[in-house]
């Protein structure tokens, strides 16, 4: 009971599922999408109707071919090509409007589970907070590709295995006639008798590939996140390849990959044994399927009850009726691949839509738009995820215009107190008021370095056509990357090619080209030695004259391009900003 319930409650599997299916049916792109099902389904049913034709053409051929009759055979033989053709045309037409449809389902999906993903920076969020959804990006890439395309085959499968099951039972009922059994004082006559024995055979293999396969389930579950995080670490490593060199880390790299790799192998080992047992039975099953129907049917025609061709008919009959019952003995391992992927898509939809929810609700920390234009911390604490707590009672104002310099021992929250002043930090309590309506860029240590051409990680937030060719030019010249100039439409892994001071060269280019009305800058400046660090902040002054600078930065020679100074003072307890 307690697995009807999991499976067909309001908040079963089986509930759930249909609501990450519905959207698209009636979104944006149904018209579409109902025109290709339509077309696909046609087609489908077009083969199943080819495959009736066929089954009613082998009754006079074999019967032709029992009597040695050419004239017949050949004429026989040219309606079979005809059938053919046409079984070919439309199981061409099913193949090529399927994939269409799933390419564009998977598109619409893609685009809506990206855009959940990013809006509200609900990506950002759920790295920080434990929600049981690891590796997003496979989930958003292989995840959907799999259930889009395996949901349709199995839907489409289905489909047409059950309208080929209606036309074959009319058709193998009439052939198999009734079976009589001599029992003790009675005759017991079973009406299409093969239809029974069909329907028996199925429920049986149904029945017993549950039984054998269902750890299937659980273990493709697994494999797609131990196969995900073994590919995650790998591509950590790639980005992060001259540290790991410079440390000298590679046996430490090897053993942590080998160790993923091995929760690989001892998972696909379990996988093995499972598929074994289930492809032992299900080939066992297949195979006495094939000499089934002639057991079966033998009787009668050994009694002289049917003719030679109405043996071969009966036989594909049943052989149809089988397949189509046997539907679930024969895509068992699809059904749970397809589960495991859907739990997967499932549990990640669950998690965007909570994230997001909280970030729609007032938080612990209140970002408010402040019609003044000021920037303002009221009564501020913040705490970790874990809940400790890191700074108490910041209070505040910077105005526009203000030029401040924020210092303090490391590890004391002053970049939390910029992730907080920027609206992306959850953990804590108090209010953030911030002027409605400005421009504000904040630069962390380690600016971002997105994939693409020169030009559009210069350019990045904005697309990389928001800027002439000369403008870019001339920001990277004042930052001191003239020799970049010539690479600007060169495409790049460029968090490789550039060092850690030309990245935060390139992170202030960014903020002179878009002109910020307030720029805090996250220690921006702390790879670049003394000279050029000044240089830069003057470069700033004379570039932003009307910019609010906040900097968080240790090198005491900053004094002088700042007039006002917060510093972190930590206590027993929480840090505490003072100054003014």
Known sequence: MNDRKLLLGEGGFLARVWRLLVPYWKGDERVRAWLLLVGTVAAALGVVYTEVLVNQWSRPFFNAVEQKSVGDFERLLVHFGVLAALMTVAAMYKVYLQQMLEMRWRVWLTHAYVSDWLADKVYYHLELEARGTDNPDQRMQEDLKFFTGVTLDLALGLLASFVSLVSFVVILWRLSGTLVLELPGAAVGIPGYMVWAALGYAIAGSVLSHFIGRPLIALNFQKQRLEADFRFALVRLRENAEGAALYGGEAREKAGLFARFEDIRRNWWRLMRYTRRLTAFRTGYNQLAVVFPFLVAAPRYFAGETDFGTLMQTAAAFAAVQVALSWFVTNYQGIAEWKASADRLLTFHDALVATAAERRRETGIGVLADGGGAYAAEALELVLPNGRPIVAGAAFTIRPGDQVLVTGPS????????????????????????????????????????TGSLREVVAYPSPPDAFGAAEIARVLAAVRLDALVPRLDETANWAMQLSGGEQQKLALARALLH??????????????DEETERAFYGLLAAELPGTTVVSIAHRAGLDAFHGRHFRFEPTEGPTRVVGG
């Open 515 to 528: 002109r910020p009305d307030w720029l805090f800058l996250d220690e921006a400046t702390s790879a670049l």
């Open 411 to 450: 590890g004391s929250g002053k970049s939390t107190l910029f992730r907080a002043l920027a609206g992306i930090w959850p953990f804590g309590r108090g209010r953030v008021r911030v002027p409605a309506g400005a421009r504000v860029m904040f630069l962390p240590q380690k600016p971002y370095v997105p």
